[in-house]
């Protein structure tokens, strides 16, 4: 049984299962311990992750009918514009659309979705289910260099997803939890636009990186660096205003 435990360890499969989906599940730990003066059932949090899975199945369907319009075949590819197309319309668009339906279904069928640290709680939960499955699948794409990328992606890729998930999950709580209807109006494209933004900018810097005199792709990772940093500051600072209710 000890010898049958030790093999699946060492099973390259599983590790880069769990090299995949270890940091989604501390971030996720994270958000829950913010919320621990009012936790969510273990069963939400759990399922709520599961769907930030099925988001990112539907927003692969939504990027590759995106691709496949009329007006992308307009795009020079290998352009600066294609990378910043590709960023905003086959990334930030599809995969923030997708968290965002799969957490207004929650919102609307959970009874204990009942304040505004909720909907980042819940949003989190479905950012890192999508980072999580969007992880391994980049893992096993990569062969013998799966270690170099699973490094990589726990401290770029996983935490952005998390700060987007912020974003939309303050956002969403403003609005839903929102008496006026004044400030439901002007808040509400904020559900969408600030994550698709913070999203969009951050591929955009990454995908500029690729085929480019050394010192622009040096000043664009410096860029892209800070920009992350920034974005995890100010969440930081959202997850802070709800966390004191």
């Known amino acids: ?34 919320d621990r003066k009012h936790p969510e059932p273990v069963w939400w949090i759990l399922y709520a992750t599961m769907m930030g899975c099925g988001a990112a199945v539907v927003s692969t369907f939504l ?4 691709e496949h319009l009329p007006l992308w075949a307009l795009v020079p590819e290998g352009s600066t514009l294609h990378a910043w197309a590709t960023a ?15 957490l207004t279904r929650i919102a609307k069928s959970n009874p204990h979705f009942d304040e505004r640290m909720d909907a980042i709680v819940y949003a989190v939960c479905i ?4 980072a999580g499955l969007e992880n391994v699948l980049y893992l096993f794409n990569a062969a013998e260099d799966w270690m170099q990328l699973a490094a990589a992606r726990s401290l770029l890729s996983v935490p952005g997803h998390f700060a987007f998930a912020v974003l939309m999950g303050y956002y969403y709580g403003k609005v ?4 006026s209807k004044w400030k439901k109006l002007r808040l509400g494209p904020m559900v969408l636009l600030a994550p698709i933004v913070a999203h969009g ?18 000043a664009i990772s410096i860029a892209f660096i800070v920009f992350l940093i920034r974005l995890h500051r100010y969440s930081r600072v959202r997850i802070k205003r709800f966390e004191g209710r």
Not at 21 to 33: E, F, G, N, R, T
Not at 89 to 98: F, H, I, Q, R
Not at 201 to 218: E, K, Q, R, T
Request: charged share 15%.
């Open 127 to 130: 950012g890192m289910g999508f």
């Open 201 to 218: 900018i951050y591929d955009g810097l990454l995908m500029m990186n690729h085929d480019l005199p050394a010192v622009i792709a040096a």
């Open 1 to 34: 049984m000890q010898e049958t435990a030790i093999s699946v360890l060492r099973n390259e499969s599983f590790q880069i299962v769990m090299a995949g989906i270890m940091p989604a599940i501390l971030l996720v730990a994270y958000i829950c311990w913010k």
């Open 88 to 102: 905003f319309l086959l990334a930030a668009v599809p995969e923030e659309l997708g968290k965002w339906w799969f």
């Open 63 to 66: 990027a590759a009918g995106i």
């Open 176 to 179: 839903h939890f929102a008496r």
